[in-house]
């Protein structure tokens, strides 16, 4: 089973519209951290936003803010004021709190959601 | 700031061919990191390495292996290359397996290798 599910392989905003992207996580463990990664065209992966499982606060990075529902296990990113170098595909990743092993502590990746923003 | 830097952004191998792709960080972290990124599969691990000489599968190692002799430097090995190893391979590198969970993976820039 995917431990992080992002529905949707596409999204298209227009400039200075909010979007939302989906993310959901599968894990059994009460402490977890999730994150959100951009990676433009140029290819570089480029931290975004982290959220704690015992965050009460959604977290909050200028334009980025998370929508997180821990009961629904969803982390939703809300991209305000869109603005055309916000194109790019976005990643959520998860990191266990109790990994099997060593390895376990590397972050799992969803499959992306690419943003497309016109002008 | 953080860097991590790949040797090489493009590279273009024959199959067969033995393949290193290097991956150098200066900040001094413990953890280091092979992906494998696909179109619709989003990043998947290939190995980590939680310290000099010291490795762990993740969950695609077949066909690759790696190599950590120091601390700042980890190298993924294709000892045969084949077609269906054309991807983007990503390089990352955090603190330690026993910072918190917020502890960010930093990124290289990716090398983009196409098996001929």
């Known amino acids: 089973a995917q431990k992080i599910t992002q529905t949707q392989p596409g999204m298209f905003v227009q400039e200075k519209e909010a979007v939302t992207l989906d993310c959901t996580y599968d894990t059994s463990d009460q402490s977890y951290g999730l994150f959100w990664y951009k990676q433009p065209s140029s290819g570089e992966m480029i931290f975004l936003i982290y959220q704690g499982s015992y965050d009460e606060q959604n977290a909050t990075e200028g334009r980025y803010s998370l929508n997180f529902q821990k009961a629904r296990k969803s982390t939703n990113l809300v991209i305000s004021a869109s603005q055309l170098g916000d194109s790019a595909m976005y990643f959520c990743?998860?990191?266990?709190?109790?990994?099997?092993?060593?390895?376990?502590?590397?972050?799992?990746f969803g499959k992306g959601t690419t943003l497309s923003v016109s002008s | 700031d953080v860097k991590v830097t790949q040797s090489s952004r493009y590279l273009v191998k024959r199959t067969g061919e033995k393949v290193f792709l290097e991956c150098v960080q200066d900040?001094?972290?413990?953890?280091m990191f092979w992906y494998r990124q696909d179109p619709g599969l989003g990043l998947r691990l290939i190995y980590f390495?939680?310290?000099?000489?010291?490795?762990e599968k993740g969950d695609i190692p077949e066909g690759y292996s790696v190599s950590r002799e120091k601390k700042e430097r980890f190298s993924l090995i294709l000892e045969s290359a084949s077609t269906n190893q054309t991807s983007m391979y990503l390089c990352?590198?955090?603190?330690?397996?026993?910072?918190?969970?917020?502890?960010?993976?930093?990124f290289g820039p990716g090398t983009r290798l196409t098996v001929l």
């Open positions: 900040m001094d972290h413990e953890n």
């Open positions: 990743a998860m990191r266990e709190g109790s990994p099997r092993s060593q390895a376990g502590t590397a972050l799992i």
């Open positions: 390495s939680y310290d000099v000489k010291m490795k």
């Open positions: 990352a590198s955090s603190l330690s397996h026993l910072s918190g969970l917020d502890n960010e993976q930093f």
